[in-house]
Structures are given as C-alpha cells and as structure tokens.
C-alpha cells in the first residue's frame, strides 16, 4: 500500500450518488495522484471492458501496474497505449521512459535501441520540444554513441534559441531557466565537441 495524498481526498470528495461515469472520473483522478489503494477499482475494470480502446485506461493501468510491481509488469501496457494512442507524444514518451529503465538506462543494447525507437516517435509527433531532443542527446551519449548526441544537442539548442525568440511558444519555460538551458546545452555540446574530435585525432 502506497501513501496517501490526504489534500487531494479533502479536495475531492466523492458524493454517494455519483454517477458510473462520475466514479470512474473519480478514479482515474485518483489513480493518478494518489497511491492509497493497490487493487484497480471495479469501476476503472468495467471501464475498460466497455471501452478496452481508450488509452487513458492502458496508461492508468500502466502508472498503477509500474508503482505497485514494477516497470517489467507495466511494459506491456505503456506498449498497448502507445500502440493505440499512435501520434500522441506523451504516450511513446512513457513507454520509452520505461524501456529505458529496463535496459539499465542502456546497458542492454537492446533495450536502449527500443527506448530510442519510442523516444524518436515522440519527438516525430512533437518536433519542437527541446526537452525530447536534450533526453534523446543525453541517452545517445550513455549508449556510447557521441556523434548522434552532439547533433541532438544542437538541435536542441537551435530549438531554445527559436523559443527564446519567440517566448510565447513555449510557456511552460520562463525566460531566466530558457536562458538557463541554453547555457547549459550549449557547454554539453563544446564538451561533446572535444570528444568526438578527440576521439577522430586518436584513430
Ligand atoms: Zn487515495
């Protein structure tokens, strides 16, 4: 039994005439921001017998499956929402983020190549966001690969440099951590840029 979050049950309350769809609402606000409970709710199980394409459902029962046994038992279901919700970024997000914490955060080649995959498909759904590319860059280089990392690092960089121009676009990200990133971004790809020139001096 995971802990509870006590303020968002003080916030939501559920009536005792509430609706089938008004309970199922209710747990999947539930599922999602709280960890009380370790068995699915009757509700969310007949929701999905009646409604098994909804990819809202595969990605509960994934979060709720990885928090209660394990990302190996919640792969097949961020596979399935991914699969259904083709397109979507933040579901091949999720499900790369999961291989990705199989392989050993790429130690299996494997793994790492199908949490790169999901990853690519996400960034093909949401080309804009730097945060895809600086992830892509960073597992590029843990999986040994520098000269695919310093390229989608400059690509994210070309992309916070875009946002800071245009900062409406992007305004989940304030101007000071825009600047922030860019910084930052911008000394990950001179020290990549070392490497792999070291790396062609030494061949
Ligand atoms: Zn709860």
């Known amino acids: 039994m995971g802990k509870i979050n006590k303020e968002w049950h003080l916030a939501n309350k559920m009536s005792k005439k509430a609706s089938f769809e008004q309970r199922v609402e209710w747990h999947k606000g539930h599922l999602k ?33 990885a928090r209660e046994e394990g990302d190996a038992r919640a792969l097949d279901y961020y596979a399935r929402a991914a699969a259904l919700g083709e397109g979507i970024p933040s579901y091949h997000f999720s499900y790369a983020i999961c291989l990705w914490r199989l392989c050993g955060a790429g ?46 690092y400059q690509r994210a960089l070309a992309l916070i440099e875009t946002a800071q121009l245009t900062p409406h676009k992007i305004r989940r990200l304030s101007p000071e951590s825009l600047e922030r990133l860019r910084a930052m ?12 020139r070291g790396k062609k001096d030494r061949q």
């Open 185 to 196: 971004t911008g000394e990950k790809i001179r020290d990549l840029e070392r490497d792999v």
């Open 107 to 152: 130690r299996d080649p494997l793994g790492a190549a199908a949490a790169l995959s999901q990853l690519r498909r996400a960034i093909r759904c949401n080309p804009h966001d730097p945060d895809y590319r600086l992830l892509m860059g960073d597992w590029f280089e843990k999986t040994g690969q520098g000269g695919a990392s310093l390229i989608e």
């Open 33 to 65: 921001n709280c960890s009380c409970r370790t068995d699915l709710p009757p509700e969310i199980e007949k929701a999905i017998a009646i409604e098994g394409d909804n990819t809202d459902y595969w990605m509960l029962l994934a979060r709720v499956r």
